[in-house]
Every structure is written in C-alpha cells, then in structure tokens.
C-alpha cells in the first residue's frame, strides 16, 4: 500500500483507544500506551535535549493527557485539537481539570499551586511542546482525526497477519 500524503492521508485515530479497550488491554495499559507514544513523538520532532529542557512540561503533558482519557471528563477518543484546548483551558483559568485518579488529581493540583509567574512558565512550555503538531500540516490532519460510525478509515489491525509493506510517503 502506497499513501501519498500530498494527495491523500490515511486517517487514523491517534488518541482513540476503543480498538484497545474492546480487545481487552486494561484501560491504564491503551492510556499509557499513546500518552508515551505522543510523548516520544514530540521527543522526535524537538530533539530530545531540547523537549526536556523545560523540566516541568513533559510531566505535564502527560497528566493533561491522562486526564483527557480520564472517567470524570474525559472520553476513550479525543484529537489534538481538543487535548490543545484543554490545555489552554488549564493555563488560562489556572485551573486543574475533575479527575477520578487521586494521584493525578494531587499532581495537578501540584501543577496550579505554583506562584502565576512559574505556573506561566510551566505551561507555555507545554504549548510551545504539543504546538509542533498543529504548526505541520500533515501532523495535523492525523492528530485531529476521530473516527465515527461508516467513516472511511484506515487500520493498521487490518494488515497484521498480511505480508504487506506499507508506505506512507510524506
């Protein structure tokens, strides 16, 4: 299969962890899962040295994340441009978002008691981090894509048991 992204993108739902869910992976282990392979791609877009140079913000990044995900108010599929609007929400209100995990709960709480100017700091490290998707066009287009009922998506699951090579050429 060939998908040449200047024409076509194959839509598949990064933040969707349904498919996990329904073959039974627990659901921390399907939430862990993309929130480390989101951290590892915005790590591969930065450099490594750069992305955890602000201390804080990759820790945030991954409790906004698996709060996004969380029963309180989260859902099992969300795209980037929601978890960036939540995000935004945090820093603008410096407010944590209701979860049910009272770990997370005490880590984002942690995150909004420091002083506005740190709290500041903190979290436009966070946006200039998960800004690298929306700014690549082509990022954005599979980063943003929630897959409904009938749509027309491609899955990787499809192939698995196939011997098929897969290109996606950007």
Same mark, same amino acid.
């Given at each position: ?31 862990e ?6 951290? &590892?791609?915005?790590?591969?877009? %930065? ?8 201390? #804080? @913000?990759? *820790?945030v $990044? ?24 939540a ?13 049910? &995990?009272?770990?997370?709960?005490? %880590? ?8 506005? #100017? @740190?709290? *500041?700091? $903190? ?48």
């Amino acid at each position: 299969l060939y998908f040449d992204c200047s024409a076509v993108l194959p839509a598949f739902s990064f933040f969707d962890i349904c498919d996990e869910l329904d073959a039974g992976v627990p659901r921390t282990t399907a939430v862990e899962d993309t929130v480390d392979h989101y951290v &590892d791609i915005l790590t591969q877009i %930065m450099g490594q040295a750069r992305f955890e140079q602000a201390v #804080r @913000s990759p *820790d945030v $990044i991954r409790y906004l994340l698996k709060a996004m995900y969380d029963p309180v108010s989260g859902e099992d599929a969300f795209t980037h441009r929601a978890f960036h609007a939540a995000v935004r929400e945090m820093h603008e209100r410096q407010s944590a978002p209701p979860v049910a &995990d009272e770990d997370l709960e005490r %880590m984002l709480a942690g995150v909004v008691s420091n002083n506005a #100017r @740190s709290f *500041d700091e $903190i979290m436009q490290g966070v946006a200039n981090r998960i800004e690298k998707i929306p700014i690549d066009r082509r990022l954005a287009r599979v980063f943003n894509h929630v897959a409904d009922d009938g749509d027309p998506h491609f899955d990787l699951a499809d192939y698995l048991s196939e011997d098929v090579l897969i290109v996606v050429d950007t």
